[in-house]
């Protein structure tokens, strides 16, 4: 391969985690989700190699791979078998010189520590719901409710139940002892705003891109603690919430909200340093949005509401991975247009 240009389509590794001791469906799921990105990717003419991880030694895996094979298309969640490890495959990459797409490992471990995301969207300006770190069983004068108890330390939605939102001090107590308890870390506690939430994809470096807004649609359920997602509403089908929670994308805001959330989600987009692809969870209460969670990583298979909004904003499933090959491409290091 003549290694001063970048052929195009640019050819792709199409990196993704197997954990041996996931439940076989898992699995399957894992390896039919590769191969659609495979077939996705091929009709748009890239050439791709699939590359599954079954271990966590993806160093010695990739060894011989050099930087002329392409551009790594990372999906890989974790090193099998290290739990919060996704920063670490990034890692891995870096030291062998490949190109890669999605953020850095630094900006992946960040969105790790709930209270330091937070700390820093402050620091920009930007509006996140009150929130305090606890550390012991005793909720010391919190008196903002209702208000939800998530582990500091956690993505996907890990601990998050119906729960989790209480609505006394005694609750908050309990609800504090069984994070520290179950998940032996702190507890992050938040205003709980029973609020529209909405899931926004965003691409792009330097000029950043809103996808279509996807928003969750909680009415079916009547109770608050129910209108929120759940762990279950994103991994267990034939869960209430897995089954009554909808998807609208795009979402119903009138043009001025969409131009003030659009503004909050780019800021939180660079406040956090993300790069590619990122995803953000916001509620709306009185015309503020509030910025929930910043996933520099998110799940973009393809039943995925990222999915969805860019299908709506005219790509194909194919056509979006594609757009992200091609954004890592440019910093490919024999033949990107921004080389380090």
């Given at each position: 391969?003549?290694?001063?240009c970048?052929p195009d389509?640019?050819?792709v590794?199409?990196l993704?985690?197997?954990d041996?001791?996931w439940?076989?469906a898992?699995?399957?799921?894992a390896?039919?989700?590769?191969?659609t990105a495979?077939?996705?990717?091929?009709?748009?003419?890239?050439?791709?190699?699939?590359?599954?991880l079954?271990?966590p030694?993806?160093?010695?895996?990739?060894?011989?791979?050099?930087?002329d094979?392409?551009?790594?298309?990372?999906s890989?969640?974790?090193?099998?078998?290290?739990p919060?490890s996704?920063?670490?495959?990034v890692?891995?990459l870096?030291?062998?010189g490949?190109?890669?797409?999605?953020?850095?490992?630094?900006?992946l471990?960040r969105?790790?520590?709930?209270?330091g995301?937070?700390?820093?969207?402050?620091?920009q300006?930007?509006?996140?719901?009150?929130?305090r770190l606890?550390?012991?069983a005793?909720?010391?004068?919190?008196?903002?409710f209702?208000a939800?108890?998530?582990?500091?330390?956690?993505?996907?939605?890990?601990?998050v139940?119906?729960?989790?939102v209480?609505?006394?001090?005694?609750?908050?107590?309990?609800r504090?002892?069984?994070v520290?308890?179950?998940?032996?870390?702190?507890?992050?506690?938040?205003d709980f705003?029973?609020?529209?939430?909405?899931?926004v994809?965003?691409?792009?470096?330097?000029?950043v891109?809103?996808?279509p807004?996807a928003?969750?649609?909680?009415?079916?359920?009547a109770s608050?603690?129910?209108?929120?997602?759940?762990y279950?509403s994103?991994?267990?089908?034939?869960s209430?919430h897995y089954?009554r929670?909808?998807?609208?994308?795009?979402a119903?805001?009138?043009?001025?909200?969409?131009?003030?959330?659009?503004?909050?989600?780019?800021?939180?987009?660079?406040a956090?340093?993300?790069r590619d692809?990122?995803?953000?969870d916001?509620?709306?209460?009185a015309?503020a949005?509030?910025?929930?969670d910043v996933?520099?990583?998110p799940d973009?298979?393809?039943?995925?509401?990222?999915?969805?909004?860019?299908?709506?904003?005219?790509?194909?499933y194919g056509?979006m991975?594609?757009r992200?090959?091609h954004?890592?491409?440019d910093r490919?290091?024999?033949?990107?247009r921004h080389r380090h």
């Open positions: 391969m003549d290694s001063s970048c389509p640019a050819p590794l199409l993704h985690n197997v041996p001791g439940p076989a898992d699995i399957a799921a390896e039919q989700d590769a191969q495979e077939k996705a990717l091929g009709e748009i003419g890239h050439t791709v190699e699939v590359v599954a079954r271990d030694h993806l160093a010695g895996r990739l060894a011989d791979t050099r930087p094979a392409g551009v790594v298309f990372n890989c969640e974790e090193l099998p078998g290290v919060h996704e920063g670490q495959v890692q891995v870096e030291a062998l490949l190109a890669y797409t999605g953020s850095p490992a630094d900006v471990i969105s790790w520590d709930k209270a995301v937070r700390r820093r969207l402050e620091r300006g930007l509006p996140v719901p009150r929130w606890f550390r012991t005793q909720s010391d004068g919190w008196d903002c209702p939800i108890v998530k582990p500091a330390y956690e993505h996907c939605s890990i601990g139940t119906a729960e989790a209480v609505f006394t001090p005694a609750e908050l107590n309990r504090i002892d069984y520290l308890a179950a998940f032996r870390q702190p507890a992050l506690v938040e705003i029973d609020g529209r939430e909405f899931h994809g965003l691409w792009g470096n330097g000029v891109e809103m996808l807004p928003e969750m649609d909680f009415s079916a359920f608050a603690r129910e209108r929120l997602c759940t279950d994103k991994f267990s089908p034939g209430p089954e929670v909808q998807v609208r994308v795009p119903a805001l009138a043009p001025e909200q969409a131009r003030r959330l659009e503004a909050v989600c780019q800021g939180a987009y660079r956090l340093g993300c692809y990122a995803r953000l916001l509620r709306l209460r015309d949005f509030y910025v929930l996933n520099p990583n973009i298979t393809p039943e995925t509401s990222m999915v969805e909004a860019a299908r709506v904003a005219g790509y194909s056509a991975l594609s992200l090959v954004l890592a491409a490919h290091p024999l033949w990107g």
